[in-house]
């Protein structure tokens, strides 16, 4: 793991580990401390952004990131889940649907498990079609915190009540 090096940031659900391949973020690890990388300092900008979200300012993060691990059909997975807008939550079937992967949820589900950037990769707003929360690798806890932090911030800010009107073109 050469080039590797983590440091800790703390936020609300604990503490978060974030893992830097070069200048590239390659892990977001929740509790856990990573084992045999060295520690290094967090880019100011990334460190902002989860600022950022934690306090409900930042929607989507754009940090650039190192994504070096699982299969095909893991990294589609993963990648469908930044088309679930921030607040809301999509059930494991719509991925494994938006995957091309129709009736394949467990495997989705399996997928999220392996997810090597949750909160970045926003795993923890996939929930059973059920409406039930669902698995979350680090702690079910944790996954119910975010949703409700991520909803709280967007009725504060009033998200959840814009729409856009086509309004009718002058004559």
Request: aromatic share 10%.
């Amino acid at each position: 793991m050469s080039g590797q090096y983590y440091n800790r940031i703390d936020t609300p659900v604990g503490p978060v580990y974030l893992v830097l391949k070069g200048r590239e973020l390659a892990a977001v690890s929740i509790w856990e401390e990573p084992r045999g990388i060295r520690r290094g300092n967090i880019p100011v900008p990334l460190a902002r952004q989860f600022d950022g979200y934690f306090e409900g300012t930042l929607r989507e993060f754009n940090y650039p990131l190192a994504i070096t691990g699982g299969t095909g059909f893991e990294q589609k997975i993963w990648m469908c889940l930044l088309e679930i807008p921030y607040g809301q939550t999509r059930s494991y079937k719509w991925i494994a649907e938006h995957a091309g992967r129709p009736g394949a949820s467990r495997a989705a589900g399996q997928a999220l498990s392996k997810n090597p950037l949750p909160i970045i990769l926003p795993c923890h707003r996939v929930i059973k079609s059920g409406g039930a929360p669902g698995g979350y690798s680090p702690s079910p806890g944790i996954k119910r915190r975010l949703l409700d932090m991520e909803y709280y911030y967007t009725l504060r800010s009033g998200a959840h009540m814009k729409k856009t009107v086509a309004l009718p073109q002058p004559v």
